[in-house]
């Protein structure tokens, strides 16, 4: 019984990892993330994403140090943001969570999507 109950939760820990794995921890790696292989390899694919939330950069702790090297990220990759923001265009369930959050295309600036089709969209609202 308790080599059952063991292998259960191993399974379920390792199900459940790559959906953790997915998201960044606070708001400097994903100020990072903008324009780097993994963030366009997402935004390409965020227009098959099977569901979607956005999250407000305010909510990471040291999101208001953080302004100045986001305003940089978006000036430096701007081509990068520009090419994410017409692929949620495609979306219809990325535009309505970010409708629904209140938020324009354009305030989101970064995004993460787990290997189940969900999208994490980060918006800027500093």
Same mark, same amino acid.
């Given at each position: 019984?308790?080599?059952?109950?063991?292998?259960?939760?191993?399974?379920?820990?390792?199900?459940?990892?790559?959906?953790?794995?997915?998201?960044?921890?606070?708001?400097?790696?994903?100020?990072?993330?903008?324009?780097? #292989?993994?963030?366009?390899?997402? &935004?390409? !694919?965020?227009? *098959?994403?099977?569901?979607?939330?956005? @999250?407000? /950069? %305010?909510?990471?702790?040291?999101?208001?140090?953080?302004?100045?090297?986001?305003?940089?990220?978006?000036?430096?990759?701007?081509?990068?943001?520009?090419?994410?923001?017409?692929?949620?265009?495609? #979306?219809?369930?990325?535009?309505? &969570?970010? !409708?629904?959050? *209140?938020?324009?295309?354009?305030?989101? @600036?970064? /995004? %993460?999507?787990?290997?189940?089709?969900?999208?994490?969209?980060?918006?800027?609202?500093?």
């Amino acid at each position: 019984m308790k080599s059952t109950l063991a292998t259960a939760i191993a399974l379920l820990t390792l199900l459940a990892a790559p959906a953790a794995l997915a998201q960044p921890a606070d708001v400097n790696s994903i100020i990072g993330s903008i324009g780097k #292989s993994e963030f366009l390899r997402a &935004a390409s !694919r965020v227009d *098959g994403a099977s569901s979607a939330r956005v @999250v407000r /950069l %305010s909510t990471f702790m040291g999101a208001s140090r953080a302004i100045d090297r986001l305003a940089r990220a978006e000036a430096v990759y701007g081509h990068d943001l520009d090419y994410l923001h017409g692929n949620l265009m495609l #979306s219809p369930i990325a535009m309505q &969570a970010i !409708r629904a959050s *209140g938020f324009e295309v354009n305030d989101i @600036v970064a /995004l %993460s999507l787990d290997g189940e089709g969900s999208a994490i969209l980060y918006a800027d609202d500093l």
